[in-house]
């Protein structure tokens, strides 16, 4: 087995503007009379404020990536994809950037390839100064929209629900950071490519749930790499090429 060695590890970040609003669901163990149907999630340690969860981004933004990859099955791709899919180069940069399963038994040359996870991903809350504006405008950081199932037939509102939504405005706070080893190819730069690509594939999709009917739609803005504008680099890349 070759000798792995972790060069450096590399700092994204940006922020997360929301289009539309989003939902990114809480827990529905607790139902409380009058309350809203559908709420989202929360920091308890952040007075109660609505975040976005890493695992959240790292699960979209590995499923698209994973769709346009053309391997996608039920579950998330594994080595044994690697092996038999013929967009083999695509499949591995998504392993060595995701991670694989715990099921997944490497063989010592397997290992050798993909090497550890290269992302790990962060909470994002959301920015101060967007919490503070909105206070300071006597607003809510949330918003209730009603929704309902139309009779096709009798051409009727039934069943109306309540949806909690974080509000099109608001902005949050996005980070992850990526490994580079020695094993990687152009210095790390093909496997940043693929986070890019992955990232532009979520603004052109959803985030949360109830994307087909608008909701969850994002812009990441102001994003850097180690403390250099990437902004203008990022807004051009097509996360269809090869």
Do not use: C
């Not at 990114?24 to 309350?35: L, Q, V």
């Not at 981004?57 to 080595?79: N, Q, Y």
């Not at 006597?138 to 309902?148: A, W």
């Amino acid at each position: 087995m070759s000798q792995l060695q972790l060069l450096r590890i590399e700092r994204l970040s940006g922020t997360i503007e929301l289009l539309s609003g989003m939902r990114i669901g809480a827990s529905e163990g607790e139902i409380r009379i009058g309350g809203v149907d559908n709420q989202v999630i929360r920091n308890a340690h952040d007075e109660g404020k609505p975040y976005i969860p890493g695992s959240s981004l790292k699960g979209k933004i590995r499923s698209l990536l994973e769709w346009r990859s053309g391997a996608v099955r039920p579950e998330p791709l594994g080595v044994a994809d690697m092996k038999q899919h013929p967009n083999r180069p695509l499949v591995r940069d998504i392993l060595q950037l995701f991670g694989v399963g715990g099921g997944d038994q490497l063989s010592e040359a397997q290992a050798a390839e993909l090497g550890p996870t290269r992302l790990s991903f962060w909470d994002a809350p959301l920015k101060p100064e967007w919490v503070r504006r909105i206070k300071d405008d006597n607003l809510l950081l949330t918003e209730v929209k009603t929704e309902n199932r139309i009779d096709r037939i009798r051409g009727v509102a039934e069943h109306p629900r309540q949806t909690e939504r974080v509000p099109a405005g608001a902005l949050f706070e996005f980070r992850l950071s990526i490994k580079v080893l020695n094993i990687d190819r152009n210095d790390g730069a093909d496997l940043r490519r693929v986070v890019l690509q992955g990232m532009r594939l979520l603004e052109l999709d959803s985030l949360g749930g109830s994307g087909s009917r608008g909701y969850g739609k994002v812009k990441f803005r102001d994003l850097q790499l180690d403390g250099r504008d990437i902004q203008a680099e990022f807004d051009q890349i097509d996360p269809f090429a090869a």
